[in-house]
């Protein structure tokens, strides 16, 4: 059974940072595309980064220059280091990811999801 466990999370002061892991395990052939989303109270869920399985990234504009999402597909994990974080960005992050299992054929997979909190 493929599964994305999320690791991370946390308190963290305004201008502060945080690094965001996600890894996937399960009988995984293939990992496709992978991101990570952001829901606020209140609010709709947001894609927040994606990653394709070569490397290229796009960001919601909220966060362009600040975040950086990288993976590394020897690991099936995704990172999201976020810089100069505003109150702004506390929310649930998810981990997403487009997976090919022995199992199940191709599906799309999320983590549990991990707090972010940024306050002073």
């Known amino acids: 059974q493929v599964q994305l466990v999320e690791s991370g999370g946390g308190l963290v002061q305004p201008g502060g940072s945080l690094r965001l892991s996600c890894a996937a395990s399960?009988?995984?052939?293939?990992?496709?595309?992978m991101g990570w989303y952001r829901q606020a109270p209140g609010k709709q869920r947001e894609l927040v980064a994606a990653?394709?399985?070569?490397?290229?990234?796009n960001y919601a504009d909220s966060v362009k220059g600040r975040f950086t999402i990288s993976r590394d597909n020897a690991k099936k994990t995704v990172y999201l280091q976020m810089n100069s974080l505003k109150p702004e960005d506390t929310a649930v992050y998810y981990c997403?990811?487009?997976?090919?299992?022995?199992?199940?054929?191709?599906?799309?997979?999320w983590g549990q999801g991990t707090q972010v909190i940024v306050s002073s």
């Open positions: 997403n990811a487009d997976i090919w299992s022995w199992a199940q054929g191709r599906g799309d997979y």
């Open positions: 990653i394709t399985s070569g490397g290229s990234t």
């Open positions: 399960g009988r995984i052939s293939s990992i496709y595309n």
